[in-house]
């Protein structure tokens, strides 16, 4: 009878993961049950594409949902968000708020298949849109608070311009159902986060 052996390898002082990597972990967590439930909306109305009357305009904010979430995973990488420098449990707690309302956000870009009213996509939308931009609103805010926590004071600069900016076209969406309206909020909403996208460099 043969045991098999195996060579005993020595003990070696393993580093311990730090707050940023743990951070990181339960926030990629978070961030691609979002991705997932966004693209499976997308792959459930792409399925059914014979049958639905499309629209661009809620395809352009589930594009923007998308910039988004490439933008806080650029602000993670960098450092600048507070999730990832926090020093206690209060700041970490405050900090998942963003990924958190990121999903929700995510979640609710595109019009649940099911749901849609006559197949149409626009009429479906808009009936989803004030939960969805009020979403929208309170995680600008949230990245404002962020900004304030991991800076340590308020200073009034470009980005918190660009934020009241979003913010400023971002609430009346959720009261006014104009087609016009949503797209003018579209592009600049979406003019300013490709503008935020350019401005990060790898350090």
């Given at each position: 009878?043969?045991?098999?052996?195996?060579?005993?390898?020595?003990?070696?002082?393993?580093?311990?993961?730090?707050?940023?990597?743990?951070?990181?972990?339960?926030?990629?967590?978070?961030?691609?049950?979002?991705?997932?439930?966004?693209?499976s909306?997308?792959?459930?109305?792409?399925?059914?594409?014979?049958?639905?009357?499309?629209?661009?305009?809620?395809?352009?904010?589930?594009?923007?949902?998308?910039?988004?979430?490439?933008?806080?995973?650029?602000?993670?990488?960098?450092?600048?968000?507070?999730?990832?420098?926090?020093?206690?449990?209060?700041?970490?707690?405050?900090?998942?708020v963003?990924?958190?309302?990121?999903?929700?956000?995510?979640?609710?870009?595109?019009?649940?298949?099911?749901?849609?009213?006559?197949?149409?996509?626009?009429?479906?939308?808009?009936?989803e849109?004030?939960?969805?931009?009020i979403?929208?609103?309170?995680?600008?805010?949230?990245?404002?608070?962020?900004?304030?926590?991991?800076?340590?004071?308020?200073?009034?600069?470009?980005?918190?311009?660009?934020?009241?900016?979003?913010?400023?076209?971002?609430?009346?969406?959720?009261?006014?159902?104009?087609?016009?309206?949503?797209?003018?909020?579209?592009?600049?909403?979406?003019?300013?986060?490709?503008?935020?996208?350019?401005q990060?460099?790898?350090?």
């Amino acid at each position: 009878m043969v045991i098999a052996s195996y060579p005993v390898q020595p003990e070696t002082d393993a580093t311990p993961l730090d707050i940023r990597e743990h951070s990181i972990g339960l926030i990629s967590v978070i961030i691609g049950l979002g991705l997932a439930k966004l693209f499976s909306g997308f792959n459930r109305l792409m399925r059914r594409r014979q049958e639905i009357r499309w629209n661009a305009l809620p395809l352009a904010w589930a594009l923007i949902a998308l910039l988004l979430v490439n933008n806080y995973w650029w602000g993670l990488y960098l450092g600048e968000v507070t999730e990832t420098a926090a020093s206690n449990a209060d700041t970490f707690l405050l900090g998942l708020v963003l990924p958190i309302l990121l999903y929700l956000i995510c979640a609710a870009a595109l019009p649940d298949v099911h749901a849609l009213r006559g197949r149409n996509l626009l009429a479906a939308y808009f009936v989803e849109s004030r939960y969805f931009f009020i979403l929208i609103v309170l995680y600008i805010l949230a990245t404002a608070l962020d900004t304030v926590v991991h800076a340590g004071a308020f200073h009034w600069n470009k980005n918190m311009w660009l934020r009241l900016v979003i913010i400023g076209t971002c609430t009346p969406l959720i009261w006014i159902r104009r087609p016009w309206l949503h797209w003018c909020a579209t592009i600049v909403v979406m003019a300013i986060i490709a503008y935020a996208l350019f401005q990060m460099t790898l350090r």
